[in-house]
């Protein structure tokens, strides 16, 4: 089981960008695949999770959408209206079955990370 993630870059506060999480040796449609971040000197964070349901960390709830697409086998963050404290190294990661778990240690998969800079 892999996991890919794409699509980091550098905007300026206020834009856009979407990140896509394209899995392979197993289906999306039985996971729960997540989206953690960390910047330097703090701790890894949940962003967003999708089961077919969504879930958000308040501090992302109305700028950023997580979805998922069976065919394609992936998981997309769309993020608008960034802002600088947005910038980290996010990261998708993967468990089996549905859960709204938080906590990075319940996913035993993982992609590389993808640097996201926004600058003021």
């Known amino acids: 089981v892999q996991l890919q993630a794409s699509g980091g870059g550098l905007v300026q506060a206020g834009g856009s960008l979407r990140l896509s999480c394209a899995a392979s040796?197993?289906?999306?449609?039985?996971?729960?695949v997540a989206w953690f971040r960390q910047a330097p000197g703090k701790e890894r964070e949940f962003v967003a999770a999708?089961?077919?349901?969504?879930y958000y960390a308040d501090s992302v709830k109305g700028r950023f959408t997580i979805s998922g697409d069976n065919a394609k086998n992936t998981v997309d963050l769309q993020m608008n209206s960034l802002k600088p404290e947005d910038s980290a190294v996010y990261s998708c990661?993967?468990?089996?079955?549905?859960?709204?778990?938080?906590?990075?240690?319940?996913?035993?998969?993982w992609g590389q990370g993808t640097q996201v800079t926004v600058s003021s």
């Open positions: 990661a993967a468990r089996l079955g549905s859960y709204t778990d938080t906590s990075s240690s319940e996913y035993p998969v």
């Open positions: 999708w089961s077919g349901w969504t």
């Open positions: 040796g197993l289906p999306v449609s039985r996971c729960t």
